[in-house]
């Protein structure tokens, strides 16, 4: 049973590979494409930091280092997530459709069928080299412990992430289409996930505390490891929940998922 | 208990209808109004193992909503669907493994890939046994002439290439019903003659049921057996193809080609249409008048040079039906 799957997921990506194989040149560009556009904002960053010193005790490395971690999510969340993202197409293109005509599980076939490696590459890369670049500039000792930390928490992150694509590609169900609604909630809330969380306006806290939970992505993990004096005016625990939070989060997600198939109405001829 | 039953099923689905230009459409964001319509509205109709059916119906009748209810896709709002024992929508997962679906209008291949790749990943998907596969795949390349075009991408194929390993592709796993939606659409007349053959052949053969849905009255007359034509969500004729002759073709026309120009004189029951100087038409009810007295009658009056009878089109008799003329 388990190998079957696993086969089936062997065959999958061999495929996904291959598509990407008969565009080489364009993969690669496409690639480098996502790394540039995502490098220009942190360039920015990193330009105006260096005038300003600090943001709230937060020095330019410590900021590299809390970008990087959204990005690294983000590579790693859309290697399984791409089909939740392109959902809305799948569903007006009659993809789901066919789908829905195979003896898998529904969700397992949009996870597995697709995989972004242009935005994973792009995306995770940038990640990698952020990471990279201030890892070793944020003063933090690495040891067991906070690597198992570190990599818990990008698990978790991944899936905060993946729950708000599962979720939105779920109103996709009832509305067919949700490009603008994902502009909304999701791309716009991580604008904000690249700076300190304590920077904002409570409201803007609150949102990305208790509505689209980004801060838990990458705020609390890089506090854990960076402790920064700012933390002070959050609740300690709030540095441990990533993981627990991506698991509820998700299942949640599912639950909402399976709900609203039955709602399912075909996209028509 | 019939392989396929289909008991009073309907479906209607929501439309959201907007007011035209841009306050209608923001008044729509607050204030949205729908519309309700009756896709299918209390359709029953059982079927036969091995049997073929030819489902037909204009534009917007049914066909696609019955098609997608009966493959699982969609779940009808009342009434009950049973396939070979299992309820489509509810026991999707084991269900669908005995069905193949080939949408003539959405390829299920992989655009960029060779064909013989998008077989290799159904073959993963549906567990097909290896020894199977091998088999089904060179038995059907071999009867549909694909063996020049297996290894090339699909994006290079023409059109009639391309639904040829769509149908193989829906058949690689030994379904026990096939839908097929529009299997020749925009394929050319030798590719459409290639595809009716090979599912005659196959539905003898292997005794596959398969449910046919089309626009082309040429499929409708060489391939199936039975016809089941349902207009505005409801079932409108269900029986074998020749009994639509019986039922709705009681018009016979006789043209008759006289060897000099000359008057008709007026006969009960029948129409006459001039055609050119010497040629006329005349119509009639099968009911209302004797082939052959009317025959008899015309060869003692007149002299005649040619004489052809004809029934009316298939074709003819369904765009009636579709139209409503008849009933």
Redesign the interface.
């Known amino acids: 049973m388990i190998r079957?799957v696993l086969?089936?997921i062997g065959?999958?990506t061999k495929?996904i590979m291959?598509?990407w194989f008969?565009?080489k040149v364009d993969a690669v560009l496409r690639s480098l494409a996502v790394f540039l556009r995502e490098s220009t904002g942190i360039i920015v960053v990193y330009f105006t930091l260096l005038k300003f010193d600090t943001l709230n005790g937060w020095n330019v490395y410590e900021l590299l280092f809390l970008f990087s971690l959204l990005f690294v999510t983000y590579g790693i969340m859309i290697l399984f997530f791409t089909g939740l993202r392109d959902f809305g197409g799948t569903v007006r293109?009659?993809g789901f459709?066919?789908y829905?005509?195979?003896?898998?599980?529904l969700l397992f076939q949009i996870i597995f069928v697709n995989a972004d490696w242009f935005a994973a590459i792009g995306h995770g890369g940038l990640g990698i080299v952020l990471f990279l670049i201030s890892a070793s500039k944020v003063g933090i000792v690495w040891s067991f412990d906070k690597a198992m930390y570190y990599l818990f928490a990008i698990f978790g992150g991944v899936l905060i992430q993946g729950a708000i694509f599962l979720f939105l590609a779920t109103l996709n169900i009832y509305l067919l289409e949700t490009g603008s609604l994902k502009e909304l909630f999701y791309w716009n809330a991580r604008k904000f996930a690249g700076y300190p969380l304590s920077i904002f306006h409570k409201a803007i806290q609150t949102v990305m505390l208790y509505v689209v939970p980004f801060a838990f992505v990458n705020y609390f993990p890089a506090q854990y490891l960076l402790r920064k004096e700012d933390m002070a005016a959050y609740p300690e625990i709030f540095l441990y929940l990533t993981p627990a939070l991506g698991v509820a989060m998700y299942l949640l997600a599912y639950v909402f998922w399976r709900f609203s198939l039955?709602y399912?109405?075909?996209s028509?001829? | 208990m019939s392989f396929i039953e289909v008991t009073n099923v309907s479906k209607r689905f929501r439309i959201n209808k907007r007011a035209g230009g841009i306050p209608g459409m923001i008044a729509n964001m607050f204030v949205p109004k729908y519309e309700y319509k009756q896709a299918v509205d209390g359709i029953s109709f059982s079927i036969e193992e091995g049997e073929m059916i030819g489902f037909i119906g204009p534009n917007g009748a049914g066909k696609s909503t019955t098609i997608k209810m009966l493959s699982g896709i969609l779940c009808p709002d009342s009434g009950s669907i049973k396939v070979g024992g299992y309820t489509p929508y509810k026991d999707r997962k084991k269900y669908v493994g005995n069905i193949g679906v080939v949408f003539g209008q959405k390829s299920q291949l992989q655009w960029d890939l060779p064909v013989i790749d998008s077989f290799e990943l159904l073959k993963a998907i549906y567990r097909i046994p290896e020894e199977l596969y091998q088999k089904n795949l060179n038995r059907f390349t071999e009867m549909l002439q694909m063996e020049s075009f297996l290894y090339q991408p699909v994006r290079q194929l023409s059109l009639g290439q391309r639904m040829r390993a769509d149908i193989v592709a829906a058949l690689l796993h030994s379904p026990k019903i096939v839908f097929f939606d529009e299997p020749t659409i925009g394929v050319d007349v030798v590719g459409k003659e290639t595809i009716r053959q090979f599912i005659r052949e196959l539905n003898e053969t292997d005794n596959i049921t398969m449910i046919f849905t089309t626009h082309d009255m040429q499929d409708i007359e060489k391939v199936c057996d039975r016809l089941i034509i349902i207009d505005k969500g409801s079932k409108v004729y269900d029986g074998e193809l020749s009994g639509i002759r019986e039922k709705f073709g009681t018009t016979r026309q006789l043209d008759v080609e006289f060897t000099q120009e000359c008057e008709i004189e007026p006969v009960e029951n029948v129409q006459v249409i001039p055609l050119d100087n010497r040629k006329k038409r005349f119509v009639f009810e099968n009911r209302d008048v004797k082939i052959d007295e009317l025959m008899n009658e015309l060869l003692t009056k007149y002299s005649i040079r040619d004489i052809n009878i004809s029934e009316p089109e298939i074709e003819s008799l369904i765009r009636k039906i579709y139209n409503g003329e008849v009933s």
């Open positions: 079957d086969h089936l065959v999958y495929t291959k598509s008969q565009y293109n009659g459709d066919r829905i005509l195979r003896p898998r599980g039955k399912y109405k075909s028509g001829n």
